[in-house]
């Protein structure tokens, strides 16, 4: 027998044991990998007086979950400014620059109080933005308004934004208040202290979830809220 052919005879179980080993293997790491490449980034908006810093926990959360840092943003913004006149031409800009960096084709959007009023009429009135986010997550936001804004109306354009009958709450309520194939939630508690009255979060068409009674930023660290985000955001 040549030299060749016991080489070819020795090997041959090894080859095919490769064989049977890349066929088990591949179609795992084929679905990790389309995984990976598929997870959606998520944007997060903080809320009025605050700064990308109040996301700690939940960003904490979601590496936890997989999510890697170079899919998690936090868009930075001043909140004394006008909801359509200025943020939400700024959130549109930040989520193209978002897509543009990793390749997706939309985000998730995750806000907080006031976020939630930049981040829906980004999501309702700007042309990409229904096709730009795959899901919307409003954290105790005054989506109705609240009267604790009228505290600061006089000086502050954000806090006239909030109050309950402005412009911008009139025109987010007009037609379909969930609009588009983005798929919306919103978290409330019956113990905010700043968002009144607590019905102000909910939307129709939205899937509205009850925290239980917790301080206004307490749905930021609380973890059945966190969970319950994390949850909505893997559907």
């Not at 090894?14 to 591949?26: D, F, S």
């Not at 936890?64 to 006008?82: K, M, P, R, V």
Request: charged share 20%; net charge negative; with cysteine.
């Amino acid at each position: 027998m040549s030299k060749l052919r016991v080489l070819r005879v020795r090997f041959a179980p090894l080859l095919a044991a490769g064989v049977v080993l890349a066929a088990l293997l591949g179609p795992a790491a084929t679905a990790r990998a389309t995984a990976t490449a598929a997870r959606t980034p998520v944007v997060l908006v903080h809320g009025y007086n605050a700064d990308p810093g109040v996301w700690g926990g939940l960003r904490e959360d979601l590496r936890a979950d997989g999510y890697t840092d170079a899919e998690l943003f936090s868009f930075g913004y001043d909140t004394h400014q006008s909801v359509n006149e200025v943020l939400s031409g700024r959130l549109a800009a930040y989520v193209e620059d978002v897509k543009r960096r990793t390749g997706a084709s939309r985000v998730d959007l995750v806000a907080h109080s006031f976020g939630s009023l930049v981040t829906r009429w980004y999501v309702k009135f700007d042309a990409a933005g229904p096709s730009s986010v795959a899901h919307w997550v409003s954290l105790a936001g005054p989506n109705h308004g609240t009267g604790t804004a009228w505290a600061c109306a006089l000086w502050d354009q954000a806090c006239r934004d909030m109050t309950p009958g402005s412009y911008v709450q009139k025109r987010l309520a007009e037609g379909d208040e969930t609009p588009g194939p983005v798929r919306y939630a919103t978290w409330w508690s019956n113990c905010d202290e700043v968002v009144a009255p607590d019905s102000s979060v909910p939307l129709t068409g939205a899937a509205n979830n009850a925290a239980g009674c917790l301080d206004h930023n307490a749905l930021l660290g609380d973890d059945t809220v966190s969970e319950g985000v994390r949850a909505f955001l893997a559907t």
